[in-house]
């Protein structure tokens, strides 16, 4: 419809001698909110300028040169410095329904052949393996997991990516505390990564009194890094604790990475790029000997790239990682899902990619999204406040239980399979509707409202659909001709027609929450219809049952775009 409306009034600029791009006239097309006021809208202001004429003059001699098709719009009027354009709800309706119904999921979805295809890497949520996933992870998944799901959408070959950073003082932190606390314990019923991350919690507790835990860390980095074996078997053991404490988060968060890298296996393998910039004058070494890169120029500083006595750093390693990924899977896109505390990094890490000649920086995004804070205030991992992701999980599903057992009878099996489906649900809705380039707040119980802007809310309009649907079957139904379409009805059509403009914004901005809040919006549309317009057994039950299966479609397709699952129930 919007390029209806480029093309109606491009037919009117010609008689006005103005040039213009399809693609200006239908960025600044609006959709306004309030219905009486159409359903599109020309605002005439950036005109002024170009025709020495104010805005509303200009929408009435606009309007005075168009020409329309009544079968696709009902009136163009001119209103104040806008031209507002009400399109044929009747025709309009019919004709989305007829397409949406033939095409079911598939609708917004960008089909392109293997030639056309782009391949972006996405790589999230890459922690540490001294400590278990936290909220903060969480959000990086949702976010990670939901823009990979955008770009598959939108015909785009991605690759989940990994980086496991599995070396360094902050693991011979938890290394240090397990040897001499540990006793030699094993896990057993405790998670591996659970386990780890109380040695990293001890140790942070223990050497403010005990400096020898500290000096003792430092000793375990040198000999990890000298090859000690004693000491490899260690840091060994405790990684794949770790490792495989990640696995079962990852699974039950519904993430699957198809490249795992770890820093263990490539953090010298940088320092030959680095040497090879010091020899082609790139790079220079200071006082202390350290190799830098002087990016003063650039608001950047000076960035040491290999310290004095030769040992790397984490942008060393990030030089040959995205110089290995880019030669291995031929990208043409590298995604970095990082929170916004590490801009500065990126910043850097892009300049030095593209000074070397490894890539140019418009194949480079750093997703900078916001951090997670509780309503008591930020998490710190060195004084165990944070919140683990896993039992965050299981906080949110016992809640969900308490609301379910309340509302139906439920065998353990069911309870506990729906319980989780819908605390995900919960969980990554509310870490995804905010802007994710914006801080947040994150409470709990706030989050599984079965009424509201939440997760469940929307899974349970999907289940209402359902219902909906079962009690009736359209294909028993005889059509009927409407001729006339209620404002309930019309809203959801519309709603559910903007669905491709959606999906493509979210996937051009990699922004989730755009997803997020117009899967909401389209369920209050749909629940306010459902009770305006009586759908079995009414005049129009064909045609108001296309409408809910087009909805359940719709709202599918979103959901799954975010991250979340839908249930047939609730």
Known sequence: ????????????????????????????????????????????FFLAKILKTAP??????????????????????????????????????????????????????ILNTEKD?????????????????????????????????????????VIRANLNNDRGIHICKSMAAYSKFGKNKVPGKIKGDHFVGEFYV??????????????????LLQKYEEGDKKTLALWKKMNNWALKGFEKTYSKFGIKHQVEDYESKIYKKGKEIVFDGLNKGIFKKDKSGAIIYDLRKKNLGEKVLLRADGTSIYITQD??????????????????????????????????????????????????????FLPEGKMKSREGTVVDADDLIEKVQNLVKKELIERAKLSNVQLEKRSL?????????????????KNMVFDP????NFEGDTGPYIQYSYARASSILKKAKIEQNAKKEIDKIEPNEFLVIKKMSEFPLIISKS???????????????????????????????????????NIVKTFRDVIKSGLYLIGIDVLEEM
């Open 202 to 219: 001890k140790f942070n507790e223990k050497s403010k009194t005990d400096n020898d835990l500290e000096i003792l860390s430092h000793r």
């Open 507 to 545: 996937a051009n901005d990699l922004n989730p929450s755009l997803i997020s809040n117009y899967v909401y919006e389209l369920s209050q549309l749909f629940n306010e219809f459902y009770h305006a317009c009586p759908v079995i057994g009414s005049d129009k039950e064909f045609f108001r049952l």
């Open 117 to 157: 295809k782009k391949t972006i890497m996405v790589e999230f949520p890459s922690p540490n393996t001294n400590k278990p996933l936290h909220l903060g992870h969480l959000r990086n998944m949702a976010i990670g997991e939901s823009v990979s799901r955008i770009l598959e959408f939108s015909g785009y070959k």
């Open 56 to 109: 509303h003059e200009i929408a009435v001699n606009v309007r005075q040169k168009i020409e329309f098709d009544k079968n696709i719009f009902e009136d163009i009027q001119a209103v104040g410095p806008y031209i507002n354009f009400f399109v044929n709800k009747l025709n309009f309706s019919f004709n989305f329904l007829q397409g949406i119904l033939q095409k079911k999921e598939k609708f917004g979805k």
């Open 1 to 44: 419809m919007k390029s209806e409306v480029v093309k109606i009034l491009q037919n009117a600029f010609k008689e006005l001698d103005l040039k213009l791009k399809d693609s200006e006239i239908e960025e600044i097309i609006e959709i306004p909110k309030n219905y009486e006021l159409g359903d599109y809208a020309f605002p005439c």
């Open 421 to 437: 489906i819908i605390s995900l649900a919960a969980i990554k809705y509310i870490l995804l509707k905010t802007d994710i380039r």
């Open 319 to 372: 030089l040959y990682l995205a110089k290995s990924r880019f030669e291995k899977y031929k990208l043409d896109e590298l995604i970095y899902v990082v929170g916004n505390e590490q801009d500065y990094h990126f910043n850097v890490l892009f300049e030095l990619l593209e000074k070397l000649g490894i890539t140019s920086k418009d194949k480079l995004n750093h997703l900078s999204y916001g951090m997670v």
């Open 445 to 448: 119980k706030n989050s599984i």
